[in-house]
Nanobody, 125 residues
């Protein structure tokens, strides 16, 4: 099994920044796994934010995240981060960490095998 635990959610003002982290663990965890961030706002469908491959660290960003968010990872400590900048109320959502048993990043939630419980991000207007 693989367990993913997110940290760093909270309340931030418009234009502010927030950094989320996700720690992976479990007997079947492999650093080759792609890891990603998704988010889901109340009443809306889950959407892709960013992903990073395990082997080469290649990254993929959604149009929403591009130029504002940065995904990174450190396989030595089984952790990924999502640095979020220039936040707006539209970014308010539950943010989920996900992992896929392959290195290439993918923007589709169905391609991911493991999910964290999420961390809430609220951006005040």
């Amino acid at each position: 099994q693989v367990q993913l635990v997110e940290f760093g959610g909270g309340l931030v003002q418009t234009g502010g920044s927030l950094k989320l982290s996700c720690v992976a663990s479990g007997p079947t965890w492999n650093t080759l796994y792609t890891m990603a961030w998704f988010r889901q706002a109340p009443g809306k469908e889950r959407e892709f934010v960013a992903a990073i491959g395990g082997l080469y660290g290649s990254t993929t960003y959604s149009n929403i995240a591009q130029d504002r968010f940065v995904i990174s990872r450190d396989n030595a400590i089984n952790t990924i981060w999502l640095q979020m900048n220039n936040l707006s109320p539209d970014d308010t959502a539950d943010y989920y960490c996900a992992a896929r048993s392959a290195s290439p990043p993918r923007p589709v939630g169905a391609d991911y095998d493991y999910w964290g419980r999420g961390t809430q991000v609220t951006v005040s207007s």
